[in-house]
């Protein structure tokens, strides 16, 4: 079953039309290339390799020679880095006889040289502007080294944070996943495709990767069709409608079906009810590792699987260079379908401009002269402020302990992560080959210095490593607490401990950390502790040691100044928790947009016949939406411009918010919907709205939001999309948990 959508490809074999070759001048041109073509030619379009300037998956082939490159046999290319050698590659491929320019990709995730937040981190920023921006810089500079393609954005949404790539994502929300998804996409690809300071955009990982079981890497995932459609499908919808070019397969098998070889995602819902003309392409040996699944006996019959259901370009696992010839010479791939993928893959080639000039983005001095630009690092820096998340900020002597006290004498900055660079690069950071980017990584020592610019003296103490038993240097750490006025502590993973293949069965601090914590605590001094992580954290003992606490993730280039930005007060924080934080692993998943039941939750254990735990809360830790500013915000006046609304019209919800605090600050107000009855349950609430607002001190703003039929919509269980008549209530406040205003209105027939 899928709902219905009008598709722009043939409904037979969802591939684009070939007998449209006069329909356009681009699509003549693509026609009578491929007429040209060999079948070994056609296949070489569909073949990725990489280079040897990165590895992002297990190396188990060697990289294209030059053999290959000159006769056509590859198409495309990930991991070579850098102006001068895609253009090396490319000369190559100009040898070839037809002179089919390659593709250059590379996952460019969180920036390319200026290195960002990661993207969990920019989901906390709740800065739709901010992220499309964050990603036009991204775009800029890989773009100038010659890359064409960037394996990004990561779409999943996920509500196990024991899952590594959590970190790549946006969190546990859809439409808070969907709008960060085209915001993405826009800012990578710009204004138009062809550009050099855009690259084509994946959304990844198509689909249910966030939902594998236990939150381990690479694993299954099992869940209804409409779970599919309502939690995991709309952020891959919303990259598509804001044009994504590209479309990456999952690892997990669906429903006991590998993503790769999913006929029912690829072409009955992408290619099919979606109508995307885009170029699907597989993970790294995906197509291949279909055979350790147990879907295929061999990498023969994972190539005709793979094709057949859709998949366009085979990464690294030369199951299609390998075995298609026979497959189609056989009849078990039809030749349409390899001319579909190829025409696919041509497209992008002659939308870029390759044709006309195969080196366009191969230019040294642009290279020079974007990477690492002044501007650029401005804009990471910005972004690194807007991603942290203040969750405590206590009181000492009639006080806030944030932002710190000017007339602060002494600090002692201590912690395993102080002084480090590389970690703060965060995971699927690039490595570019003849660079030393940790020069282009502010550490937080090294902010903090610069911004106190030697007014208050700064002590420092490792106190222990991130990982391992060692205490020696715990003594030291609470000498130098001893004399200071002010401790600030920076704990948490490091970079390595999040990403691909970086599951974790246990999520608090990893080490002694903890212990060191609590030895700080017990000098009395007033404690900040800054928490730097690629996922949520389980903080339980570092909140009651805190008396001011900062979820720093990892926030690239700008690391070290945005701590020192926010700490100091020259940013007031307003990011907002993408995620729910758990209290125990027990609790996972923990997210809040949960199903009702006959016997709903309690926040107590101490409820008898509820749902829940009876060692645990049901609550989260820290709930999603949940942030503290150094200001106040109060809500008032909720409207609603009517009582009643059809499913043709919209319904405005019109509030006032106002800053009551002392000084200017951002205000995230989040709008949630509950539909009270369904024909099949509903969630206790959802995010429909939410709007990042900046006041001064005193002023106020009326804030508007819309309800249209979208926002009311869901799949029932015939996968359809209905809007059904009854009574919903509307929420509005800081976070989740934290609800100022309600109202209720009907939906009529």
Known sequence: ???????????????????????????????????????????????????????TGPLSLASADRDGLRSGRVGSMLNVLGAHYTRAHQEE??????????????????????????????AASFDLQAIEKSARVAATEAAAAGIHWTFAPMVDVTRDPRWGRVTEGAGEDPYLAAQIAAARVKGLQGRQRGDTDAVLATAKHFAGYGATVGGREYDSVDMSLRQLWETHLPPFKAARDAGAATFMNAFNDLNGV??????????????????????????????????????????????????????????????????????????????????????????????????EDPYRFSDPAREKALLGHASHR????????????????????????????????????????????????????????????????????????????????????????????????????????????????????????????RSRSRIGLPGVQDDLLQALQTTGKPLVVL??????????????????????????????????????????????????????EGQIPVYYNH?????????????????????????PAYAFGHGLSYTQFAYADLQLDRPRMHADESLTVTLQLTNTGPVAGDEVVQLYLRDRVGSVVRPVMELKGFQRVHLQPGESRELRFAITRESLAFYNDSLQCVAEPGWFDVMVGASSADIRLRGSFELMD
């Open 531 to 584: 928490v730097n992580a690629g996922r949520p954290l389980i903080i339980n003992s570092v909140a009651a040691c805190a008396d001011a606490l900062l979820y720093t993730w990892w926030l690239g280039s700008e690391a070290g100044h945005a701590m020192a930005d926010v700490l100091s007060g020259d940013h007031n924080p307003a990011a907002r928790l993408p995620m729910s934080f758990p209290r125990h």
């Open 258 to 355: 590998p993503a790769t070889g999913n006929r029912y995602l690829l072409r009955d819902i992408l290619k099919g009810a979606w109508g995307f003309e885009g170029v699907v392409v597989s993970d790294w040996a995906s197509i291949g590792e279909m055979v350790s699944h147990g879907h295929a006996a061999d990498t023969r019959q994972a190539a005709e699987l793979a094709l057949n259901a859709g998949t366009d370009i085979d990464m690294e696992s030369s199951a299609y260079r390998k075995h298609l010839p026979a497959l189609v010479a056989e009849g078990r791939v039809s030749l349409a379908l390899v001319d579909d993928a190829v025409r696919r893959v041509l497209r992008l080639k002659f939308e870029l401009g390759l044709f």
């Open 1 to 55: 079953m899928k709902p219905a959508a009008e598709s722009n490809s043939d409904p037979a074999t969802n591939t684009l039309p070939d007998d449209a070759a006069g329909s356009s001048p681009l699509l003549a041109r693509i026609e009578a290339l491929l007429s040209q073509m060999t079948l070994e030619e056609k296949i070489g379009q569909l073949t990725q390799v990489s280079g040897n300037q990165a590895q």
């Open 378 to 501: 401005h804009a990471a820096r910005e972004m690194a402020a807007r991603s942290i998340v203040l969750l405590k900020n206590g009181t000492r002597a009639g006080r806030p302990v944030l932002p710190l006290d000017p007339a602060l004498k002494t600090i002692a900055y201590i912690g395993p992560l102080v002084k480090a660079h590389k970690d703060h690069h965060g995971a699927w950071a690039v490595t570019l080959p003849e660079v030393d980017c940790e020069k282009f990584i502010v550490s937080p020592w090294d902010g903090l210095r610069q911004r106190l610019n030697g007014h208050t003296q700064l002590l420092y103490a490792q106190g222990c490593d991130v990982e391992g038993s060692r205490r020696d240097g715990i003594a030291e750490a609470v000498a130098a607490a001893s004399a200071a006025n002010l401790v600030i502590a920076c704990v948490g993973e490091s970079a390595a401990m999040s990403g691909e293949a």
């Open 93 to 122: 491929a100009m040898q070839s006889r037809l002179k089919i320019p390659l593709l250059f990709a590379h996952d460019v995730i969180h920036g390319y040289l200026t290195t960002f937040p990661v993207p969990l981190a920019e």
């Open 595 to 619: 199903f009702s039941t006959g016997r709903p939750r309690q926040a107590s254990v101490e409820v008898p016949w509820a749902g829940g735990y009876i060692d645990v809360e049901t609550t």
